[in-house]
């Protein structure tokens, strides 16, 4: 006879995952562990051990050879969707492989600390105007997921958050329509050796009924790295996600970039380079807005350069950094399905000690609003490295005009013109050129009574600035600054420019680069 203890007897069922019940004691315990965070980073560690792949098998006729109206056209029903058994919460629906999105990706629900996959079914789709003669035999799987929420109205069921596509991710907040986007991780953004890193599986947990928060898992797989992620979403009139991440690098000296942000800007007020019919302004974003480790808000507006741009912005543990759309007037896009002055801002706010680095700024060239030209992301000054975690946290919110952000005046318009107005007596300056901007909120109506009080603080790094003003905007109840600057044929110069009076800076800090035309 074998003697086996109460000990090993309890430590074999728990290899094997079984539930133990006591008796006597009334108590049924589990010594499953509660699915979680740690388990999604052990698992990333152990695939950062194995070797990567990246075998997209082929997708099952029809749907390897879709288009992207057929694979649109393919909607997930909303009866099967779900959570729908909890009341005024969330609901979960997947997107159907197809087109694009050849890579299967596992979604999983949790309950009671119990994780589960969803089972493919054909059932839970409405094929649309793909005619089917049979439904596919074949577990095909699922390309990405999306929570609805009754984000807008009690009674409606709205799309509050979407992972599809690599590393990609959308989320949304009250009266706002998708624009721009997130990703998990960048790698080697803006170089030939780029690659985009994906998310292989998913844990969506189980939401409390009526509540506006949930949470979310993923595993993220890479050439150059794989991950873990933990996603907390709160919906309301901002909505924020809680992003805590552990990376594990497959190879040293790579260049990461951190809670990136990928958005389109096509044409604008200051960037007329590409013209678009009858919409005098096209972008999803407008300005980069990066808040300094020393508290310093700077503003950078967005542009399609003629060739790719690359700004960077050095700091030490920055206190954010964000994609905004601050032009929210109709008329400046004219666009009635578009609607491109309701696109959300994403302002990202670094949790903990983030050390050196830059917030680092892409800047595509587009013929066309179909493409996302615009990446911004937090590049660490000492990449990680192999064999060690990388742990860092976030916080992303979506917002229209989010005042808090840039407390003092803001920029409101940026133009670029030639240094001397048609028709003026001021003296020529080859080669010159004059900026305009305009500054608002904060405490800049009370100069608008009398402005030579204000100072424009204009500088540049290259060249020389011939001369600098400021003037009353009554139409924005704030301040117009302009100034000139004179840079060599070809040079190309940072610009900065603030408003200050006695002493007190009043407004963030515009800044820009520009390129002298050669040949003047």
Same mark, same amino acid.
């Given at each position: 006879?074998?003697?086996?203890?109460?000990?090993?007897?309890?430590?074999?069922?728990?290899?094997?995952?079984?539930?133990?019940?006591?008796?006597?004691? *009334?108590?049924? !315990?589990?010594?499953?562990?509660?699915?979680?965070?740690?388990?999604?980073?052990? %698992?990333?560690?152990?695939?950062?051990?194995?070797?990567?792949?990246?075998?997209?098998?082929?997708?099952?006729?029809?749907?390897?050879?879709?288009?992207?109206?057929?694979?649109?056209? /393919?909607?997930?029903?909303?009866?099967?969707?779900?959570?729908?058994?909890?009341?005024? *919460?969330?609901?979960?629906?997947?997107?159907?492989?197809?087109?694009?999105?050849?890579?299967?990706?596992? /979604?999983?629900?949790?309950?009671?600390?119990?994780?589960?996959?969803?089972?493919?079914?054909?059932?839970?789709?409405?094929?649309?105007?793909?005619?089917?003669?049979?439904?596919?035999?074949?577990?095909?799987?699922?390309?990405?997921?999306?929570?609805?929420?009754?984000?807008?109205?009690?009674?409606?069921?709205?799309?509050?958050?979407?992972?599809?596509?690599?590393?990609?991710?959308?989320?949304?907040?009250?009266?706002? !329509?998708?624009?721009?986007?997130?990703?998990?991780?960048?790698?080697?953004?803006?170089?030939?050796?780029?690659?985009?890193?994906?998310?292989?599986?998913?844990?969506?947990?189980?939401?409390?009924?009526?509540?506006?928060?949930?949470?979310?898992?993923?595993?993220?797989?890479?050439?150059?790295?794989?991950?873990?992620?933990?996603?907390?979403?709160?919906?309301?009139?901002?909505?924020?996600?809680?992003?805590?991440?552990?990376?594990?690098?497959?190879?040293?000296?790579?260049?990461?970039?951190?809670?990136?942000?990928?958005?389109?800007?096509?044409?604008?007020?200051?960037?007329?380079?590409?013209?678009?019919?009858? &919409?005098?302004?096209?972008?999803?974003?407008?300005?980069?807005?990066?808040?300094?480790?020393?508290?310093?808000?700077?503003?950078?507006?967005?542009?399609?350069?003629?060739?790719?741009?690359?700004?960077?912005?050095?700091?030490?543990?920055?206190?954010?950094?964000?994609?905004?759309?601050?032009?929210?007037?109709?008329?400046?896009?004219?666009?009635?399905?578009?609607?491109?002055?309701?696109?959300?801002?994403?302002?990202?706010?670094?949790?903990?000690?983030?050390?050196?680095?830059?917030?680092?700024?892409?800047?595509?060239?587009?013929?066309?609003?179909?493409?996302?030209? /615009?990446?911004?992301?937090?590049?660490?000054?000492?990449?990680?490295?192999?064999?060690?975690?990388?742990?860092?946290?976030?916080?992303?919110?979506?917002?229209?005009?989010?005042?808090?952000?840039?407390?003092?005046?803001?920029?409101?318009?940026?133009?670029?013109?030639?240094?001397?107005?048609?028709?003026?007596?001021?003296?020529?300056?080859?080669?010159?050129? &004059?900026?305009?901007?305009?500054?608002?909120?904060?405490?800049?109506?009370?100069?608008?009574?009398?402005?030579? !009080?204000?100072?424009?603080?204009?500088?540049?790094?290259?060249?020389?600035?011939? %001369?600098?003003?400021?003037?009353?905007? !009554?139409?924005?109840? *704030?301040?117009?600054?302009?100034?000139?600057?004179?840079?060599?044929?070809?040079?190309?110069?940072?610009?900065?420019?603030?408003? &200050?009076?006695?002493?007190?800076?009043?407004?963030?800090?515009?800044?820009?680069?520009?390129?002298?035309?050669?040949?003047?």
């Amino acid at each position: 006879m074998i003697d086996i203890t109460r000990r090993q007897m309890i430590g074999a069922l728990a290899a094997s995952g079984a539930q133990i019940a006591f008796p006597g004691n *009334g108590l049924s !315990q589990s010594l499953t562990p509660k699915f979680g965070f740690d388990e999604v980073v052990a %698992r990333a560690r152990d695939l950062a051990r194995a070797p990567f792949e990246d075998a997209a098998p082929r997708l099952p006729d029809p749907f390897d050879a879709l288009d992207f109206d057929t694979w649109r056209d /393919i909607r997930y029903k909303p009866d099967h969707a779900l959570f729908s058994n909890l009341a005024g *919460g969330f609901r979960l629906h997947t997107f159907h492989l197809g087109f694009l999105y050849r890579r299967a990706v596992t /979604i999983n629900t949790i309950r009671d600390g119990i994780a589960a996959p969803i089972p493919y079914s054909p059932a839970m789709f409405d094929y649309g105007r793909l005619k089917l003669d049979k439904a596919p035999a074949v577990n095909t799987g699922f390309a990405g997921f999306r929570l609805h929420f009754p984000v807008n109205d009690p009674h409606v069921q709205d799309e509050a958050i979407s992972f599809l596509g690599a590393s990609y991710f959308r989320f949304l907040g009250r009266d706002q !329509q998708y624009g721009l986007s997130a990703r998990a991780l960048c790698v080697e953004a803006g170089t030939s050796r780029e690659t985009f890193p994906f998310f292989r599986e998913f844990w969506v947990e189980t939401p409390v009924s009526g509540n506006n928060h949930i949470t979310i898992y993923a595993l993220l797989d890479g050439e150059a790295a794989t991950g873990a992620y933990r996603f907390d979403l709160t919906v309301g009139q901002e909505s924020t996600l809680d992003v805590q991440a552990t990376l594990f690098p497959r190879r040293s000296g790579v260049k990461f970039g951190l809670a990136p942000l990928t958005s389109m800007y096509l044409t604008g007020e200051n960037d007329r380079r590409v013209r678009d019919g009858f &919409r005098d302004e096209l972008h999803d974003s407008d300005g980069l807005l990066v808040r300094t480790g020393s508290d310093e808000w700077l503003w950078r507006p967005l542009g399609n350069p003629a060739r790719e741009r690359m700004s960077s912005f050095l700091d030490r543990n920055p206190r954010g950094f964000g994609l905004l759309q601050r032009d929210r007037t109709f008329e400046s896009y004219q666009d009635l399905d578009l609607a491109y002055q309701n696109r959300p801002s994403y302002f990202v706010e670094p949790v903990g000690d983030w050390g050196e680095g830059r917030v680092e700024l892409i800047e595509l060239p587009t013929p066309d609003e179909t493409n996302d030209n /615009i990446v911004a992301s937090w590049a660490p000054a000492t990449p990680p490295e192999p064999d060690k975690a990388f742990s860092f946290a976030y916080r992303v919110t979506a917002g229209l005009d989010m005042p808090r952000l840039a407390p003092n005046g803001r920029v409101v318009h940026t133009f670029e013109a030639p240094a001397r107005a048609l028709g003026s007596s001021e003296p020529n300056n080859p080669g010159a050129r &004059r900026f305009l901007v305009d500054f608002a909120g904060g405490d800049l109506s009370y100069y608008v009574s009398d402005p030579a !009080q204000v100072e424009a603080i204009a500088s540049t790094s290259s060249g020389r600035v011939l %001369r600098a003003s400021v003037t009353a905007n !009554q139409h924005i109840d *704030g301040l117009r600054a302009l100034f000139d600057v004179s840079v060599k044929p070809g040079d190309t110069a940072d610009l900065r420019l603030f408003l &200050r009076a006695n002493g007190r800076t009043l407004t963030e800090t515009w800044t820009y680069p520009w390129t002298a035309p050669s040949g003047t």
